[in-house]
């Protein structure tokens, strides 16, 4: 890769070393039940799905036409083709372009064929290889390489769905769904990223499952989002396996509610190779699970062996390195759960923030589990099974698995928001007309009130005037053409427009039943 | 009002254009307030103005207002009668407000200018200079906090620092609440503007609501670019298409703080941002806040209407869109000082993006799509102070005349 490598000593402070024997001298909490038997119960809504059909309420519908794209076209001009609900196909070749999908419900999928691949080739000067905005999107069976930027990233949509991709040695990000809510990750192949392989931020009810990531800074990353089960991945030779973050200075403020389960988390030893000031520059290498600031984290049945630094750190903003604090975040990891795990051969060169901590604890033994900081509410199933530092404070947990819980999908896709046309065309009329029309007066455009004289019963004349205006009148400037607006968006704007007084009030009785 | 009604809706027409509009109010007619709403707002049954925008069909987490294309705006304040938001117009433009009665808001605000005033840093009275540059006023409506470092928590608290500021607008509350209470055509809006509220006497809290009310009409979500987010493809031509990837790729990271909607995620971000050579390096948020990692960290401005309110930054330390964007891209911390490179502790999006020469003018391009003035008020061509509506230009928009003589002739104030 030859990227810069970031000595994890030098950018890491996980110093506190005051805060942590402050811990320490409070009184052993191990007799503490935390937690309720309830915690994970079985929910109506949350439990029926089994796990093979965990896509039913994310992804495109594919119900519509098929395009397909074949080695030395473009996918972007099969994407400004397709309506929603049509599948772009696309099949063995090298793809050098950058897809930005801004249109909802699109398949985007490749067609292997006798072991080829589709591949998306960023060169390292192509930025990012798939951007997608709309909802229900779905996006699988691409070998992607070289970019810049991140692999596939979505802004905003919901209900996507991203599995079978080949995400190798490219950028900043593989896959990285971002401000979406309901989404699934799954069976996905990355390594070679400078930051999260995997990385869900500021998003709600998301599932990764079945991926594997290697060679990157940091796995997966669980970021200022809730509601999220992570499970079932092979993690292994990253700087660190799995985090679960509240980055602070983001919109969105929050994290808990994770479980971290069935994975295997293996040498996370490389050397940190993340940018200089990404927060992941400050991962110390050999770090199996980070929590930092996330709440209600819950950590059961993983297999996490070889991580040289440590197998699981739990820490807060306060302790992490050049971090910037957010008065509207609340530092500390609160009510994690550290179920049984199997744990072993973690912790045998720990960075020197934590050899300092075992000397000023007495510790000679290698350290599965550290806590930094302050951690309410918090617990372990069976405490005397790993060797600690920082959790006297931990409870017993009163719960001793996840597994009713099977994933926090929604059973259902999130729906749009529904519009009648009338109110479509109530948004237009105030939203566009409303620059140039006033009601009873001159603004740049007539009065509101003169066209309807003008048009009383033909909103069509409206419609067809706006689409492909002429210069009508000496004192008025011309009129710019409309025609970005749907022919049924004008039209209902146009109706909106002749059918409204100065109140703004529409005169269909069926709109108006609250005015 | 009925269909029926046909005959009063023409004779209200009649009178309108009369007493004339906002584009062609007349000299010697008495001022009165609107009772219609400005452009983009709808009259409620209760005599106050509702926003209605298309981005009104889309959802956003947490309802914070930040996504991608198709995303609900953030909250919003609206509610304001016509008869407060045209009183606050009045206000807006009224040099009365000013300590030795030159300055308007607009004279740092301007319409012709973004709403700003195209300065690196404002002038305020007695040609003294303000401590940052003049943000734009576009869209306030939807924003959560105030000032380059966010110390506001409302328009109303904010206004009281350039008003009262001895290096702004150098008033104080008891002069402006005399200088109002004194103007007859004043106590005649404020009965108007506030009708269940004793006439006498005019308060400071009534001047706030009314200056907040005509901000939160200034509203600008009719760009190109909506065209676009809102579903049409043609809307933005192909440079600025690609310009639009590379503000949303990851590799330039604009969006990841410039966040649409808005173009804004209202955070609090320290980019590093060169000062003018001699100048102390700003602190931003830091002492407001009291929290150390904020130094140097200003709020995150909205993009709307970004390509006419150059200079830019809180300094205006670039002079034009290119400039600005390029800062992103010459390193992490290039333009800090030397002494604040060790204690600063910068954003952890700015980085090293790399970006091409062509990328940053694709930026450019993407930026000036953002522009859209559709639903900009109207000067009004007398205020009641009878001073010039405005006061005092932003120096762009002064004439060489003007130039030579920085205090603009003043009419005797005469109420009615």
Redesign the interface.
Known sequence: MGKKIISAVVAVGLLAAGAYLGSQLGSDNSATLVGGADRYAKQAGNNSAAVSSLAKSVGASGKGQVHAVRDGELIQAAV?KAQPGDVIQVFPGTYKE?V?I?KDDILLSGVIVDGQWPTMEGEQKL??AV?Y???NITVENLHITHY???AI?????NNFLIRNNRVIDT???GI?PQ???NGLVSNNVLSGIEDAAIYIG???NVHVNNNEVFDSVAGIEIENSRHSIVENNKVYNNTGGILTFI?P????KTTFDVIIRNNFINNNNHPNFG?????VAGVPAGTGIIVMAADEVTIENNIISGNKNVGIVITDHDSFA????D?DSDPNSDKVSILNNLMFDNGTEPMDEIKALKIASLTSGNVDIINIGTSRDSCLLNPPQYPTLGTKSFGTCGFSTTANTVTYLLAEP?A??E?KLEE?G???????C???H???????GP?V??IQALYMDNPQGIVDYITNPTKKRDDYPAMPKQD???PEIRRAAAEFMLNT?????F?DPALNQQ? | MSRSNKGSRSWLLALSLLMGGAQAESNPARIELASHCPPGFELTAANSCALHSLYDQYNSLYNQGVGGLKTALPARREGFSPQQIDLGRQLFFDPLLSGDQTLSCASCHHPKLGFADGQAKSTGIHGRTASRGAPSLWNMAFLTSFFWDARAKSLEEQMTGPLYSPNEMGNNPAQLLSSINANSTYQRLFATAYPGEPAQPISLAQIYTAIAAFETSLISLNSRYDHYAHGYAEALNANELEGMNVFRSFVARCAECHTPPLFTNQQIAVIGVPEAPGQPFDTGAESQSHNPSWRGGFKVPSLRNIALTAPYMHNGAFANLRDASEFYTKGRGHALPEEEKARVILHWHIWEPKLADLELERLVDFMQSLTDESFTPAIPSQVPSGLTPGGRLPAALQSSTAKADPTPARLVSQGE
């Open positions: 400004q950058t930005y801004d930025n990012d951007l905005s709309g909802n810049k930027g991140n990233m979505g802004q905003a949509g950028g900043v990000y990285f401000l979406g809510k500021m998003c709600d980055t200075g983001l919109p969105i940018a200089p000031g990404s927060i050049n971090i910037t604090k008065p999130v749009p928001r519009f479509k109530k948004m237009v009329y105030y939203g566009v409303a620059g140039c006033a009601y009873n007066m001159r603004m740049i009065p009130e003169v970005y607006l749907s007084d100065s109140k703004g009030i005169h005015q």
